[in-house]
């Protein structure tokens, strides 16, 4: 059976599996758990999205190529969703990110293989309104049991 990063990023080159698998080792280190492929509320879908021991959000967006970091103008729509956002990409990528339009002062970066990952810049803190978090925190919970739910029963399938 695949595993839920190598389901996620079916579509997309192995390296961007590799990255997800680097980062959850490090979240996990860190006491954070992520899903992967998460649907937020307008319409986006974060490529992780993790919960700490307090109810903190961290979404991180994967990118593995310089085309697809230099075009995506849609990551913004993660910041309402999340208290920290983080780009995880590998180790070439990394210098473009320092930029000023990917906001270096609140954006975090990651730079991951599929052994590791190291936090290169921390996420500004950016706290969710106490009903976003709620709502959040439910939709977090219930798409990961439902995610356990399917493994136990396959014809559950997922919703989206």
């Known amino acids: 059976m695949a ?3 190598d389901s996620c990023f079916a579509e997309s080159p192995p390296i ?3 990255v997800a ?3 959850v080792r490090l979240f996990c280190r860190q006491d954070k758990f992520a899903v992967c ?3 937020l509320p307008n319409g986006r879908r974060a490529d992780l999205m993790a919960i700490d021991g307090r109810g903190g959000l961290t979404i991180v967006e994967i990118k593995v190529a310089r085309a697809d970091l230099v075009g995506d103008c849609k990551w913004l729509d993660y910041l309402d969703y999340c208290d920290h956002f983080f780009w995880a990409v590998p180790p070439h990528l990394a210098p473009i990110l320092e930029e000023e339009r990917y906001l270096p ?7 991951a293989d599929r ?5 290169v810049r921390s996420a500004a803190h950016r706290p969710l309104a106490p009903a976003r978090r709620k709502s959040e925190l439910l939709n977090f919970a219930r798409r990961a049991a439902r995610r356990l739910s399917a493994q136990i ?4 399938g997922e919703a989206s």
């Not at 052994?115 to 936090?119: G, K, R, T």
């Open 21 to 23: 698998r680097g980062v």
């Open 105 to 111: 002062d609140a954006a975090g970066l990651i730079v």
């Open 153 to 156: 029963d396959p014809t559950l």
């Open 16 to 18: 961007a599996a590799e």
């Open 115 to 119: 052994y590791d990952a190291a936090v």
């Open 37 to 39: 492929e998460m649907p």
């Open 3 to 5: 595993s839920e990063i």
